[in-house]
């Protein structure tokens, strides 16, 4: 039971330094109004997905770096994956993914 909790209070501390990245990114694009208002629900899922993936790696990343890097891993990551995510929407047509591309080069 000590290490369930001790699992989950690392993966809590990778979210929160996540979270805080792409808050601070969002925050930073609503000021300069590249964007309209907060998109909360974009930060919580850009920070959940890099969360996932810190996290499985963090027995490697954690044995080549200290706590502190690993900080700053784990913030970085975060500005990024909200970038990626905001970007990854806002496209109207990525490479045929699409449904209108996709029908329109089948139709």
């Not at 990778?14 to 000021?31: E, R």
């Not at 502190?68 to 995510?85: A, D, N, Q, W």
Request: with cysteine.
């Amino acid at each position: 039971m000590d290490i369930l909790m001790t699992e989950c209070i690392f993966f809590i501390f990778i979210y929160l330094f996540c979270f805080l990245g792409a808050l601070s990114k969002d925050l930073l694009d609503t000021f300069l109004e590249r964007i309209e208002g907060i998109l909360i629900v974009k930060i919580i899922v850009s920070s959940l997905a890099v969360t996932i993936l810190l996290y499985g790696f963090s027995d490697r990343l954690l044995e080549k770096l200290s706590f502190k890097p690993f900080t700053t891993l784990c913030y970085t990551m975060g500005l990024i994956s909200f970038e990626v995510l905001v970007k990854y929407n806002s496209m109207k047509n990525i490479g045929g993914f699409s449904r209108g591309s996709v029908s329109n080069q089948m139709g």
